[in-house]
């Protein structure tokens, strides 16, 4: 099995690409460029739930990764001996999962959800503690996310109400035909772009998580 720093290593590996197939759009964007606004906003979508997707694996092989192997956790606490050496790994990831798996599945797209899973299996000392803002970003970017992905009512009000707040601040006429793709590319945020900032989010705190 991979190593916490091989996983985070990978992750990062796929931010970087996403970082620089993000830049290659947006320098192709514009009248007598490849791309239209609407496709890099379509585009940038894309990258942002890919960024997403990918952090979600990397906690879930990061915390199944340390539910097989922590002396503390719930798995290894009680269990002292395995019969092989992917035991233990195959046994956290049955643990961790849906018991009908996979027809169905745990839910993974919040952050907290790695917290209670930590609470709840791995003692204390666990990785997945973060700095407050940063769980308050990762907040936020579940709410773009969602609006991606989910296309509800709730999902969409909770982005409008969001993008009208704090740190965005997006006034009426702002907000008049925007699309979560659009906020993405054009917003500011922390001094850069929302897809930028987003970006530097996820690699931090995998950084923090796996230092």
């Not at 009248?31 to 979600?56: M, N, Q």
């Not at 409008?160 to 793709?181: A, E, Y």
């Not at 850069?192 to 796996?210: C, D, K, S």
Request: glycine share 4%; charged share 20%; hydrophobic share 40%.
């Amino acid at each position: 099995m991979r190593t916490p720093v091989a996983i985070r290593d990978e992750y990062l590996d796929s931010l970087t690409h996403i970082r620089v197939a993000y830049n290659k759009v947006c320098q192709e964007v514009g009248r007598g460029h490849l791309f239209t606004f609407p496709d890099v906003h379509k585009l940038s979508e894309g990258l942002f739930i890919s960024a997403l997707t990918y952090w979600e694996a990397f906690c879930k092989d990061v915390i199944t990764t340390d539910l097989a192997t922590r002396t503390v956790g719930t798995l290894c606490s009680e269990v002292k001996t395995f019969r092989t050496k992917n035991a233990p790994y195959r046994l956290a990831e049955r643990i961790l999962n849906h018991p009908d798996h996979p027809t169905r599945f745990v839910e993974w797209s919040s952050f907290q959800t790695f917290v209670d899973r930590a609470n709840a299996h791995l003692g204390s000392g666990y990785r997945f503690a973060l700095p407050q803002p940063t769980v308050q970003n990762l907040a936020i970017i579940k709410k773009i996310r969602n609006a991606i992905a989910h296309k509800s009512d709730k999902a969409w009000t909770d982005f409008s109400t969001m993008i009208r707040k704090t740190p965005f601040n997006l006034t009426s006429s702002q907000c008049k035909g925007v699309t979560p793709g659009r906020f993405i590319y054009a917003t500011p945020w922390s001094g850069t772009t929302v897809m930028l900032h987003t970006l530097a989010t996820l690699e931090n705190a995998a950084n923090t998580i796996v230092p």
